[in-house]
């Protein structure tokens, strides 16, 4: 019976700190400007390669009729796993500076969540990218210095919020970097280009706000994404304002129902791995 009991507790005594960690990372980052990354040039038409990520993304992507896309990690081989090293290595040898704008940010976007892939399969097996590196107040992968690219060493998280959020000021960033969890949108089947960014970039924002992950409604209940409580300044500077912005990707009955919400928001995300099985 006492091993019953130790065994239970220990149990208990792990959900809870899973839950707390989670509750640590809500306190997302402020997106402050790296300015080494600011430059571009818009005269150069050249694009950059990403088909090994295609590659990939072909073979163990999963697209499941609920709408949320999954990655079968389990069955990712060494061959591939290095397939995958070798591409963000070619990656950190280009200078995304020299490139325009829209090529850019589709460098940067599919860098990250092939970077995201990587990290899971390196700690694979594991059940949410919050058990990654970090610390106890700021547990996950994302402060660590994983690239180099032109003499800089880089996280994700500078990625995120130190070149994409501060440089292009658009919201629908957020729709596009792929968190490897359940409730983050969707890891794109397809890779991001520079000639149809915008286009994939709104894609992504509705496949997610007409998602019940994004936003869910139940009678007078209204819960988004906890990613929308986290970076609400990207949406707006109140929640009236977010729900205008999100209503402009909403299918009509959804954006008639933002419109014309007046009660309190709730807000949720599961950090469990997007693992196909």
């Known amino acids: 019976m006492f091993t019953h ?4 507790l220990g149990k208990l005594l792990s959900i809870f700190c899973f839950f707390l960690l989670a509750q640590v990372v809500y306190a997302a980052p402020a997106a402050k400007i790296i300015t080494f990354w600011v430059d571009s040039n818009e005269a150069n038409s050249k ?4 088909d090994a990520w295609q590659g990939l993304l072909d073979k163990y992507l999963v697209s499941t009729s609920n709408g949320v896309n999954l990655f079968k990690y389990s069955a990712v ?5 290095e397939a995958l090293k070798h591409y963000i290595k070619t990656l950190e040898t280009i200078d995304p500076r020299r490139y325009n704008r829209n090529e850019q940010i589709a460098y940067w976007i599919n860098l990250y969540n092939a970077l995201t892939v990587d990290v899971i399969l390196d700690a694979y097996p594991v059940k949410s990218i ?11 992968p994302w402060n660590e210095k994983y690239l180099n690219i032109s003499g800089q060493k ?3 998280n500078d990625i995120e919020h130190g070149i994409l959020r501060p440089i292009w000021k658009d919201s629908r960033i957020h729709y596009a970097v792929n ?14 280009t520079g000639e149809n960014i915008d286009d994939q970039l709104t894609e992504a924002a509705k496949s997610y706000i007409n998602n019940p992950r994004g936003i869910a409604v139940e009678g ?6 906890k990613i929308f409580d986290w970076y609400q300044t990207d949406f707006g500077t109140n929640e009236k304002e977010l729900l205008k912005k999100l209503a402009k990707h909403a ?8 419109a014309e919400h007046n009660g309190d928001i709730d807000y949720g995300y599961d950090w469990d791995l997007n693992e196909a099985k």
């Open 179 to 192: 968190c490897a969890s359940y409730s983050c949108p969707n890891l794109s089947a397809r890779i991001f």
């Open 5 to 8: 009991m130790t065994n239970r």
């Open 220 to 225: 007078e209940d209204l819960l988004l994404s």
């Open 77 to 81: 081989p060494d061959t591939d796993r």
């Open 47 to 50: 694009t950059i390669s990403h």
């Open 154 to 156: 880089l996280s994700l």
């Open 130 to 140: 919050l058990k990654i590196g970090g610390s106890f107040f700021s547990p996950g």
């Open 251 to 258: 299918e009509p009955a959804l954006a008639k129902r933002l």
